[in-house]
């Protein structure tokens, strides 16, 4: 559930500093309703999210995520944390 709110926000919102939001939105969703373990289920929220939006990405016209390889692994990482620190606070509050 929290993988699909972080993918819906996330094409919402668009790319950059909006989709890290919309993932940490995901993540802390899937840890609130899970009630434990907020770091794995934000984790797997993100991790959903950046599996599925890669694939739509692949049958876009015109791509979205940079052709960097480089850039695109720090871009996931950068979602993972996010999804790993609203699970995290999910927890928390």
């Known amino acids: 559930m929290g ?3 972080g993918i819906v926000v996330a094409e919402l919102a668009g790319v950059g500093f909006a989709s890290l939001v919309a993932i940490a939105i995901g993540g802390f969703v899937a840890a609130r309703l899970s009630g434990h ?3 794995l289920q934000g984790g797997a929220a993100a991790a959903v999210c950046i599996v599925v939006v890669g694939l739509v990405d692949t049958f876009l016209p ?3 995520l940079p052709a960097d390889t480089g850039l695109l692994i720090l871009l996931d990482v ?3 944390l996010a999804g790993t620190a ?3 606070l999910a ?3």
């Open 3 to 5: 993988g699909a709110v």
């Open 78 to 80: 950068a979602h993972l």
């Open 91 to 93: 927890l928390r509050t």
């Open 62 to 64: 015109a791509p979205r």
């Open 37 to 39: 373990h907020g770091l």
């Open 86 to 88: 609203g699970g995290w």
